[in-house]
């Protein structure tokens, strides 16, 4: 305790508890590089209060708009493959690589990309350009 000038463990029994100061909740990387008009939003709520979380729009999105490109790690074997994550396979200097994004610091928004269920649901395309991945709308992407 600074006041009294004692070597304590746990709280001092005259001056109480220290004040505990707490570091501001910085976001991820990948969050951070979320469009403005975008979102995220839980998709489901997995054991121990794990959210997957998906991407939606807040504002209609035109056909062909691209986005990207999607950032991830590069690396010859999927280590854990969880289907709630968006794993892509990329051609590079003639090996065949997974694109992945083991967390959130590491990647963008775009790994909270979510497989469409269906035809219907479908709003993006992804395809490789000089190395990179991209996603391109299908459709008019509405709120």
Same mark, same amino acid.
């Given at each position: 305790? #600074?006041?009294?000038?004692?070597?304590?463990?746990? #709280?001092?029994?005259?001056?109480? @508890?220290?004040?505990?100061?707490?570091?501001?909740?910085?976001?991820?990387?990948?969050? &951070?590089?979320? @469009?403005?008009?975008?979102?995220?939003?839980? &998709? #489901?709520?997995?054991?121990? %209060? !794990?959210?997957?979380?998906?991407?939606?729009?807040?504002?209609?999105?035109?056909? /062909? =708009?691209?986005?990207? @490109?999607?950032?991830?790690? &590069?690396?010859?074997?999927?280590?854990?493959? +969880? #289907?709630?994550?968006?794993?892509? !396979?990329?051609?590079?200097?003639?090996?065949?690589?997974?694109?992945? =994004?083991? %967390?959130? +610091?590491?990647? %963008?928004?775009?790994?909270?990309?979510?497989?469409? /269920? %269906? !035809? $219907? $649901? !479908?709003? &993006?395309?992804?395809?490789?350009?000089?190395?990179?991945?991209?996603? =391109?709308?299908?459709?008019?992407?509405?709120?």
């Amino acid at each position: 305790c #600074e006041d009294c000038g004692k070597s304590l463990v746990g #709280e001092c029994k005259l001056h109480g @508890p220290l004040i505990r100061a707490k570091d501001r909740v910085i976001p991820s990387r990948a969050r &951070l590089t979320l @469009p403005h008009y975008l979102t995220l939003r839980v &998709l #489901e709520l997995r054991a121990g %209060n !794990q959210q997957i979380l998906g991407v939606f729009a807040k504002k209609v999105i035109q056909k /062909r =708009t691209q986005f990207g @490109p999607y950032v991830g790690q &590069l690396s010859t074997k999927l280590t854990c493959y +969880d #289907e709630s994550r968006l794993v892509l !396979q990329v051609l590079k200097d003639g090996g065949k690589y997974f694109l992945d =994004t083991p %967390n959130e +610091d590491c990647g %963008n928004w775009m790994m909270f990309v979510r497989l469409a /269920r %269906n !035809q $219907e $649901e !479908q709003t &993006l395309v992804a395809y490789q350009h000089c190395g990179e991945v991209y996603f =391109t709308t299908v459709k008019v992407v509405k709120p």
